[in-house]
């Protein structure tokens, strides 16, 4: 995954020597690189912010990664399994129903970008990045996970056989999850940058059951 390397000691990549780093300037380094990527553009971006937050040499930032862009979809990366990690492991998929599934994650995901809201605009930001240097490396990130994500955790446990026959279809599992996932990224979108101390969950969830509900009678038994 790494281009450029480093043989202070073989096989060590950039990645390696900053995963060696111990955790509370790990932690310091993440948090720094986060505030400044969640709220810029990759282009305006300051590395010279980052090492000044991190309290570090700008030569130990680019030892660790190299270059602005490493640092960056390392980060990318990081967040999004640490996320998906702290999401996924809660689901209970017992029901095999697809919209009752996508409310857990929906509840969940709420729930996280209310206690983690710099990761959750970090991540937004990347989604919406537009720089030539990372934007295609984002998507191809983004797709991989998602086909990871669908057929390792979702997809295969759901029951097709609780729809109705004529929507037991992939195009119908695809409506599905944009229709309430479009509906999640709307919310996150509208309280980008807010303080989210009092972020309403519960009020949120009950307005999503509605749309839920539309759902389940249209397409299940």
């Given at each position: 995954?790494?281009?450029?390397?480093?043989?202070?000691?073989?096989?060590?990549?950039?990645?390696?020597?900053?995963?060696?780093?111990?955790?509370?300037?790990?932690?310091?380094?993440?948090?720094?690189?986060?505030?400044?990527?969640?709220?810029?553009?990759?282009?305006?971006?300051?590395?010279?912010?980052?090492?000044?937050?991190?309290?570090?040499?700008?030569?130990?930032?680019?030892h660790y990664f190299g270059n602005k862009?490493?640092?960056?979809?390392?980060?990318?990366?990081?967040?999004?399994?640490?996320?998906?990690?702290?999401?996924?492991?809660?689901?209970?998929?017992?029901?095999?129903?697809f919209p009752i599934i996508l409310k857990?994650?929906?509840?969940?995901?709420?729930?996280?970008?209310?206690?983690?809201?710099?990761?959750?605009?970090?991540?937004?930001?990347?989604?919406?990045?537009?720089?030539?240097?990372?934007?295609?490396?984002?998507?191809?990130?983004?797709?991989?996970?998602?086909?990871?994500?669908?057929?390792?955790?979702?997809?295969?446990?759901?029951?097709?056989?609780?729809?109705?026959?004529?929507?037991?279809?992939?195009?119908?599992?695809?409506?599905?999850?944009?229709?309430?996932?479009?509906?999640?990224?709307?919310?996150?979108?509208?309280?980008?940058?807010?303080?989210?101390?009092?972020?309403?969950?519960?009020?949120i969830m009950k307005d999503y059951d509605?749309?839920?509900?539309?759902?389940?009678?249209?397409?299940?038994?």
């Amino acid at each position: 995954m790494w281009s450029i390397y480093i043989f202070a000691r073989k096989g060590d990549t950039m990645k390696d020597f900053f995963e060696k780093l111990d955790e509370q300037k790990k932690e310091r380094i993440l948090n720094a690189a986060i505030t400044e990527f969640a709220y810029k553009k990759y282009e305006d971006a300051s590395t010279n912010n980052i090492v000044t937050a991190a309290q570090i040499g700008k030569g130990m930032l680019f030892h660790y990664f190299g270059n602005k862009k490493n640092l960056y979809l390392y980060l990318y990366r990081y967040v999004r399994e640490v996320m998906d990690k702290e999401i996924y492991s809660q689901i209970d998929y017992e029901s095999s129903v697809f919209p009752i599934i996508l409310k857990q994650l929906a509840k969940l995901k709420l729930e996280t970008f209310k206690h983690h809201p710099g990761i959750t605009d970090f991540i937004a930001q990347c989604n919406r990045e537009t720089s030539p240097e990372v934007c295609e490396d984002i998507q191809n990130i983004r797709k991989e996970r998602k086909v990871k994500l669908r057929e390792d955790i979702v997809y295969k446990n759901l029951n097709m056989d609780l729809l109705k026959p004529e929507f037991r279809n992939q195009q119908t599992i695809k409506l599905i999850r944009w229709a309430l996932d479009g509906y999640i990224a709307d919310i996150q979108n509208s309280y980008k940058g807010q303080n989210l101390e009092e972020f309403p969950v519960d009020e949120i969830m009950k307005d999503y059951d509605s749309y839920m509900d539309i759902i389940c009678k249209a397409f299940y038994l």
